[in-house]
């Protein structure tokens, strides 16, 4: 059974909607942790929440997190063994993919105050490409 499998598997994790999978493992009204699993060929598409997200790096490749900044250009974080932890700041937009030659990336996101559905918006691509046009490439990469 492949690593990613198995992760699947014994965390019990579930098909994300913004891409990827994940299981909740923490709930209080102060904050939020999830696991978050992505595979070679899936991203994490562009959205942004309410609160400030920290990411943290468990196991397998490296993963690029991608922000467009308040001036409408490209931020690339990537998480690896030598790069475990990183916070989007809430309202931001984001998403995430493997970069070439990662197969899987298991993580963890911590948000506080707490996660809500309710509070998490999807990017819509004609609207962030008027409103970023320097960021065409990666918009086109991270929204269908």
């Known amino acids: 059974m492949s690593d990613y499998l198995e992760l699947i598997q014994t965390h019990g994790l579930l098909p994300h909607p913004e891409g990827g999978f994940y299981k909740e493992t923490y709930r209080s009204e102060f904050s939020t942790g999830i696991f978050y699993l992505l595979l070679k060929g899936q991203k994490s598409s562009f959205h942004r929440i309410k609160s400030d997200e920290m990411w943290h790096f468990y196991g397998g ?34 998403g995430a993919y493997l970069p070439v030659g990662s197969e899987y990336a298991f993580v963890g996101c911590t948000v506080a105050p707490a996660f809500h559905f309710s509070d998490f918006e999807m990017g819509d691509k004609a609207r962030m490409l008027a409103e970023f046009p320097v960021a065409k490439v990666m918009i086109e990469k991270l929204l269908v």
């Open 61 to 94: 490749d490296s993963l690029s997190v991608v922000e467009i900044t308040a001036d409408g250009k490209i931020k690339e974080t990537v998480l690896n063994n030598k790069n475990v932890q990183y916070v989007v700041p809430a309202g931001v937009w984001f």
